[in-house]
């Protein structure tokens, strides 16, 4: 074989050699980046890796674009060595010596096997990143739904809370409106149409205003609008009107 011919084998071997231990230092360096992306995962415990009140190894993003940075390398590197071989497998086929040809085949399949063996290894890397980081942008996504529907939820159950209560206030109305008739109702004749100081004119529409605190005042024909007894903000009052016999005064 020329002095040139093996010079250039023996370059190509040296090239191979040197992407190989390249290779081999970013794929333990890829490695035990996935290995801390995990770890500090486990150790969170479901907190979301990308907020500010998490302080793993390194935080999600810096993370991210450290991986995307040494896949790039190591793909790059990948392909040279790739190249390599390429090249190597030539070289072989083109040596005219039969028995030094199976030499140079046995070296070339060794590095094959290198490279074989590192495309493996970083493309099982990857993948377990990328599920861990899939997994982990799906439970912060969750995580931030339910965060949501809790915000959510303390609003509406404040907003039912007062609706509940200004229910019953309208019920409790409505029970002293019934029981201020109902006790009406039970008077005597003489006593609801006798009383000296009354005198009985003509019939007027009555009325009762009920507060939602439970003071009754009640008033007769047009002086409702403009009784004293009455307070101001009448909208925040209960009315149960009707047609019966009038007196005028108040009591």
């Avoid at 339910?146 to 959510?152: A, L, N």
Wanted: proline share 3%; glycine share 6%; aromatic share 8%.
């Amino acid at each position: 074989m020329a002095a040139g011919t093996s010079n250039y084998w023996e370059d190509l071997r040296k090239q191979a050699r040197q992407l190989e231990n390249e290779l081999d230092l970013k794929l333990v360096s890829f490695s035990k980046l996935c290995t801390s992306y995990s770890h500090s995962s486990a150790r969170d415990g479901g907190r979301d890796r990308y907020s500010s009140d998490t302080t793993p190894l390194l935080n999600g993003s810096s993370q991210d674009r450290m991986f995307e940075t040494m896949a790039i390398e190591i793909e790059q590197l990948l392909a040279r060595l790739t190249g390599v071989n390429d090249k190597m497998a030539e070289y072989t086929n083109s040596a005219g010596v039969p028995s030094l040809n199976a030499a140079l085949m046995h070296t070339l399949q060794r590095h094959r096997d290198i490279l074989q063996d590192y495309t493996h290894e970083f493309h099982k890397t990857k993948a377990n990143f990328m599920a861990i980081r899939e997994r982990e942008n799906l439970m912060g996504s969750v995580r931030k739904d339910i965060e949501s529907y809790k915000s959510g939820s303390g609003v509406n159950n404040r907003r039912t809370e007062l609706f509940l209560k200004e229910h019953d206030h309208l019920r409790n109305s409505d029970r002293l409106i019934e029981e201020t008739i109902s006790y009406y109702n039970k008077l005597p004749q003489s006593q609801r149409m006798g009383i000296s100081r009354w005198r009985i004119q003509r019939p007027v529409v009555w009325c009762f205003w009920v507060s939602h605190s439970g003071t009754v005042i009640t008033s007769t024909d047009r002086a409702v609008l403009s009784h004293p007894s009455v307070p101001q903000g009448r909208e925040h009052y209960s009315m149960l009107s009707g047609y019966g016999e009038g007196r005028h005064g108040l009591p």
